[in-house]
């Protein structure tokens, strides 16, 4: 097939740019031709911090327009100003696959960029909804997710769906676990690490107040928090303010967090709503047992007792309490971390993630045809 695979210009190492890249680099390997469209438009609004999406999607339609469509079999866009924009100007018998990342007009609301109800969010929801019903079929993460489409948004029941987990390429994780890394494991701690951008969304808050109420029993760990954003002065604050400031350590963004997840004891991801993050996958892969939030489509990634450990969403004292329990059942770690890798080689491979895509790129050629 001929795939062309349409997206913005996504700033950073973020869980889209890594599933664009395993996407492109996956499809090559299968035998297909793939052209990747980047394009993020620059608009000067006098007067406004920003333009609004709709502008944003005129300009991506002006740029977009001058691509052979006709050269190709599927187009695949990358969220909702892509999708939306590339629906008005492709060919009616061309495919349009979407793929959407999250509830973005939702994530924006926890993320305190939107406030629910307004004209500019009302917006957003108009426009993630209208990238759906474009598309011919929308690709997404989770179950969870689908649910949240049908469920809140102006979605009709019979918009076709295809549930495609992401993959990694496990074999190259894997060799940069054992890549020397520049950051010194403490003697005589545990290690607990937490990877994901320091924004509201993830929950970084609710973890330090649990480690807070940790520190009051057991001071014999360390917590190494991985990303960067913009949250990092509030929450350097909160861990002054809470006396963890020898305990706590922001390390940033990181070239080789496989190499740190190595030499952690456990992983911690308190979000508030996620689809189906990276950094959970990358954590299983490595060996080491998982703390997890209940939110969005995390639960579909981790079996609780089994493969992982799950927490409700915004309780600090739940996450102690869990952490605080496994740190003192050394064979529980083991056991959850053992199952956790195992659950991971079986389902994140990207040779599975790629076949799934490629049979609803299929799916979406025979509903077209019909």
């Not at 952490?323 to 956790?340: G, P, S, T, V, Y």
């Amino acid at each position: 097939m001929k795939i062309l695979i349409t997206s913005l210009k996504y700033p950073g190492k973020i869980g889209v740019t890594t599933y664009i890249e395993q996407l492109v680099q996956g499809l090559k390997h299968h035998g297909h031709h793939v052209d990747l469209f980047c394009h993020t438009p620059s608009i000067k609004n006098a007067g406004k911090s920003s333009p609004s999406q709709a502008q944003m999607i005129t300009a991506y339609q002006n740029e977009a327009s001058k691509l052979p469509f006709a050269n190709y079999d599927i187009i695949h866009a990358q969220g909702i100003i892509p999708s939306v924009a590339i629906s008005r100007i492709k060919p009616r018998h061309t495919p349009l696959v979407a793929s959407l990342h999250g509830a973005l007009a939702f994530n924006q609301v926890l993320n305190g960029a939107l406030a629910l109800n307004t004209p500019a969010w009302r917006q957003s929801f108009e426009a993630e909804s209208k990238a759906i019903t474009s598309s011919d079929i929308c690709i997404v993460g989770s179950q969870w997710l689908k649910n949240v489409f049908f469920k809140d948004y102006k979605v009709d029941i019979n918009q076709p769906f295809g549930i495609v987990p992401y993959g990694i390429d496990i074999e190259e994780f894997i060799r940069k676990m054992h890549l020397p890394s520049h950051i010194s494991r403490p003697l005589n701690k545990f290690i607990i690490v937490c990877t994901a951008r320091l924004v509201p969304l993830k929950g970084h808050q609710y973890l330090l107040n649990a480690l807070a109420e940790l520190k009051k029993v057991r001071k014999d760990w360390a917590c190494w928090l991985i990303g960067g954003g913009p949250l990092l002065n509030q929450l350097r604050q909160q861990v002054n303010r809470l006396g963890l400031s020898g305990d706590v350590k922001f390390l940033g963004n990181q070239e080789n967090v496989a190499s740190l997840l190595k030499m952690a004891d456990m992983f911690v991801f308190p979000s508030l709503q996620d689809n189906m993050p990276y950094a959970v996958m990358e954590a299983q892969i490595a060996g080491i047992p998982v703390v997890v939030s209940d939110a969005g489509g995390i639960p579909e990634m981790v079996k609780n007792g089994e493969t992982g450990l799950i927490f409700p969403k915004r309780n600090s004292h739940s996450l102690f309490l869990t952490i605080r329990n496994l740190m003192e059942n050394q064979q529980f770690r083991e056991f959850l971390a053992k199952n956790a890798y195992n659950w991971a080689i079986d389902h994140w491979s990207i040779t599975k993630m790629i076949e799934n895509t490629i049979a609803e790129y299929h799916r979406a050629l025979q509903l077209k045809n019909k």
